[in-house]
């Protein structure tokens, strides 16, 4: 078992930056950021391999980084340019394997789940 605690959420207007952080218990290689807003199905936002390869939904490449920190376990999600669409409860999620690949952004993946933290953008 490994246990996910995310930090960093807030409200902010749109333009602004937040950061995620995402405190996990025990090291799994593909870790991941996904989020979902009310009514809608939860959806994959970036992901990281551990290697540094990392994958972006299309709706936030060029303004979200994701990024991990190895020796503490803990993996960022750095949001710029934030939009209103952008609201969301966001989740940090991960597992494990062996094999060397570009991280997936499809929720059927990830074994283990964050509580979530709450990502509010104003217009």
């Known amino acids: 078992q490994v246990q996910l605690v995310e930090s960093g959420g807030g409200s902010v207007q749109t333009g602004g930056s937040l950061r995620l952080s995402c405190a996990a218990s025990?090291?799994?290689?593909?870790m991941a950021w996904f989020r979902q807003a009310p009514g809608k199905g939860r959806e994959g936002v970036a992901a990281?391999?551990?290697?540094?390869?990392?994958n972006y939904a299309d709706s936030v490449k060029g303004r979200f980084t994701v990024s991990r920190e190895i020796a503490n376990n803990t993996l960022y999600l750095q949001m710029n340019s934030l939009k209103p669409e952008d609201t969301a409860m966001y989740y940090c999620a991960a597992y494990h394997s062996d094999w060397d690949y570009q991280p997936p952004l499809n929720r059927a993946a990830y074994d283990y789940w964050g509580q979530g933290t709450q990502v509010t953008v104003s217009s």
């Open positions: 990281e391999s551990g290697g540094g390869v990392t």
């Open positions: 025990a090291w799994k290689r593909y």
